[in-house]
């Protein structure tokens, strides 16, 4: 039974399809054990956007304050979409590459697990 | 001739259970359509103990000379500049999230019970909802003129019933009860009178009074023990409810069990912002979460649930998660609040070196290994004039719309996530508790209000931070930032004659 209702009908409004995101999708992003950062980001991106623009442009904006993040060595990096693990192409859009409204993707940087042994 | 006095047990007879009346020409069933599509069984309603033995000329006589004490106190309080007395200005900011959080929730819990106080088809159960209903009408209206005095001296409280309405963290307490006000009349009775008001309220009332106690704020106190009597009567008919619902059919009991796991899941998670209330805002501290938690929910709530072993309801499903969540919560919260605090509607600030070193002596098994790297890397920022705000909007919960902020309790570096899926779409959890709500009624939570995703679709003012905090009810610049050079606190320096 997907609701307990008086209504034996009844059904929600989902209120975050894609469509109500004007030409948008939201892709989530957690940089595994960087604590600084104390939850998984929410982009807003058109699903045309390279991975490339996603990684070096607004990822980079939002956890370029860490210290570590200038010292990731992209080809050690361990990437991971809904408990999958991801290998991502840098030069094809997170449409043509599965990554849709509201996925979310993870990533680990191995050596780099944050800040004072504490995941900062 | 003198009309002849009723005897009490008579007036309490004719001014409660004799209000009903037969149904001569109507179904019963359509006077009261609620009552049985959630699956509850009642056989005999006559078998409803009344909790508390009050009738309603007695209520208002009661709750009438208690406020007018309690305004006299009020009075009192604004004319000797009660405001004054309080520890520091980082204090008052604990008030301001009572009052956006906390109060409105009042509201909600008086349409709540005013609502299902029309829906049972027992004559007890309603004249108990609805004195439930007035007292709560009366927290909220005296709880906002107990801080009233407040909003004359310092920023933050100004506009609290829009930023109850928008601001994205204070989603969290309004969903929590427009799920309980949605569902049917005995899920909103074990949810908010039984789980929250019975069992969890002590670690939300407790720590609010004794925190105001401790950092002399008199008004907060004298509220709360004007509301004593009322929680007490809140706790009876919670009580009540429950041990009725599972005395009465024995198909009750796996239905209440379901509803006890989600609301005790949810009231944590509601009160997370108590935990980082004690643990960091208050100057003087009370006792610490984790202490609160295991003398009120531990010890207190252990000996309920075994009294209730006899009905064959156990324990909460994720009691031992939230027995390991109460070494992190409280820390994980504030430094959320911390780095988000340019965004929030009350003042955020790192601990002075004593309530570190009081962090470390409460949680020796957590706070220097996990929690306090941080707050010494946050003040090497703030010393080199960078202190630390987070500029990307944050990933929220689809049930109880926390930010995913809380970690896996045994790897404590990691963040939980988890996720499902549901007609092709993807929702995302700060836990398997959340997730377990969602999955149990997906078309409920599929349209929680998310203030990100509201944010990001254009509903929100903005595009830009200051545009949308203008939306939430936020003076820029006055209510949120640091509290270090903020006008709260170059206020207080001036009244207080320090540079």
Not at chain 2, 384 to 390: A, L, Q, S, V
Request: glycine share 6%.
């Amino acid at each position: 039974m997907p609701v307990h209702a008086y209504t034996s009908d009844y059904t929600g409004t989902v209120r975050d399809l894609a469509e109500n995101f004007h030409g948008n999708h939201v892709v989530y992003v957690c940089w595994e054990r960087h604590l600084l950062f104390s939850c998984p980001f929410a982009f807003l991106v058109p699903p045309q956007t390279s991975f490339r623009t996603l990684r070096d442009q607004l990822m980079a904006e939002a956890y370029g304050a860490h210290p570590q993040w200038a010292q990731i060595d992209w080809s050690q990096v361990n990437w991971s979409v809904s408990g999958a693990p991801f290998e991502p192409q840098l030069d094809k859009t997170l449409e043509e590459q599965g990554l849709d409204h509201k996925a979310s993707l993870r990533f680990s940087t191995p050596g780099l697990d944050g800040m004072s042994g504490a995941g900062i | 001739m003198a009309a002849k006095k009723l005897s009490l047990k008579d007036k309490y007879a004719l001014l409660t259970r004799d209000l009903d009346w037969e149904f001569s020409y109507e179904e019963r069933k359509e006077a009261f359509p609620f009552e049985e599509f959630e699956g509850i069984k009642i056989t005999d309603w006559s078998k409803w103990e009344d909790p508390f033995r009050l009738t309603m000329d007695a209520y208002w006589k009661y709750q009438a000379e208690k406020e007018k004490k309690l305004y006299a106190i009020f009075d009192a309080f604004a004319q000797n500049n009660g405001q004054l007395n309080v520890t520091d200005p980082r204090y008052v900011n604990a008030i301001k999230i009572f009052l956006t959080a906390i109060s409105p929730q009042e509201y909600q819990a008086h349409q709540g019970f005013a609502h299902v106080g029309r829906q049972y088809g027992g004559v007890g159960a309603r004249v108990a909802c609805q004195m439930q209903s007035l007292d709560e009408l009366r927290h909220v209206q005296t709880q906002v003129h107990a801080m009233s005095q407040y909003n004359k001296y310092f920023d933050g409280f100004q506009n609290w019933s829009q930023m109850q309405d928008r601001l994205w963290y204070l989603s969290v307490p309004v969903s929590f009860f427009h799920d309980a006000r949605s569902a049917g009349p005995f899920e909103f009775l074990v949810a908010i009178g039984f789980s929250f008001e019975y069992v969890l309220t002590n670690l939300l009332f407790v720590p609010f009074m004794s925190g105001a106690a401790y950092n002399g704020d008199m008004a907060t106190v004298t509220f709360g023990f004007s509301a004593q009597s009322d929680e007490a009567r809140h706790m009876t008919l919670g009580l009540e409810v429950i041990k009725f619902l599972l005395e009465q059919h024995e198909d009750n009991v796996p239905i209440v069990q379901k509803w006890i796991d989600k609301w005790f899941w949810r009231g944590t998670r509601l009160l997370t912002v108590v935990a980082m209330m004690m643990d960091y805002m208050l100057p003087n501290k009370v006792m610490s979460w984790k202490e609160a938690w295991g003398m009120y929910f531990e010890e207190a709530g252990g000996a309920l649930f075994k009294d209730l072993a006899r009905y064959g309801i156990r324990m909460p499903k994720f009691a031992d998660q939230i027995e390991k969540e109460k070494e992190h919560a409280s820390h994980q919260a504030w430094w959320t609040f911390y780095t988000y605090g340019q965004a929030a509607g009350f003042h955020t600030w790192i601990p002075t070196d004593e309530e570190l070193d009081w962090l470390s002596e409460k949680y020796p098994e957590t706070f220097d290994k996990y929690y306090r790297p941080r707050w010494e890397y946050a003040k090497q920022l703030e010393a080199e004039g960078k202190r630390f705000y987070n500029g990307t909007l944050l990933q929220l919960c689809s049930t109880c719309q926390l930010p995913l902020m809380f970690t896996e309790m045994d790897d404590p570096t990691l963040i939980s996530q988890r996720e499902t899926h549901y007609h092709g779409e993807h929702y995302h959890f700060c836990s398997d508790g959340c997730k377990e709500i969602f999955e149990e009624e997906p078309e409920k939570y599929v349209q929680s209000w998310l203030p990100v995703h509201q944010i990001y679709q254009g509903n929100c003012g903005g595009p830009d931070l200051p545009g949308i905090l203008e939306f939430c009810g936020i003076n820029v610049g006055n209510d949120n930032l640091d509290i270090k050079g903020s006008p709260d606190e170059q206020r207080w320096k001036q009244w207080k004659g320090v540079a």
